[in-house]
């Protein structure tokens, strides 16, 4: 048996909405989905299921303080976490289950039961700081001297 790619994908990713002028949109993914579901690409991936990651996984990179915010996000239509990102009423709920996608992926190549694996999921937290979100430019303090 040849090792493949694996990958994460599921629909509920889509259900993290950051409004209709954000970059990072539910069509990035739809596109990427609608790929994956083309009769040539039959075949070359494994696909790794997703679940939710614990309250103990996601501190190994989180301030237990910033997990129990982004929680309370849950269910209320819209947060704005910081000037570039926002939450819905499912981002808490979806965000969980992308980091236990991208742990499965991660325990799958551990195993040896795939070669590498790729995480189409969303949101895709890669900002994220330990206690916050990312910061935005007026957060940021230049590394130069100020006049």
């Known amino acids: 048996m040849s090792l493949k790619t694996g990958i994460v994908k599921d629909c509920r990713y889509l259900r993290h909405e950051t409004g209709p002028y954000h970059p990072e949109s539910p069509r990035r993914l739809e596109a990427l989905y609608k790929m994956l579901e083309d009769p040539d690409m039959k075949g070359k991936f494994t696909e790794i299921e997703p ?4 309250h103990e996984e996601i501190g190994m990179i989180h301030q237990p303080s910033y997990i129990e915010m982004v929680a309370r996000t849950a269910g209320k239509a819209h947060t704005s976490l910081d000037p570039d990102t926002e939450t819905s009423a499912e981002s808490y709920d979806v965000a969980r289950l992308a980091i236990g996608g991208f742990c499965n992926a991660i325990d799958s190549v551990s195993r040896g039961e795939i070669n590498n694996a790729f995480a189409f999921v969303r949101p ?3 900002h994220a700081e330990a206690g916050r979100a990312a910061p935005s ?5 230049p590394f ?4």
């Open 124 to 126: 895709p937290g890669h």
């Open 51 to 54: 679940r939710h990651a614990t």
């Open 137 to 141: 430019i007026n957060q940021v303090k």
């Open 144 to 147: 130069w001297p100020v006049f």
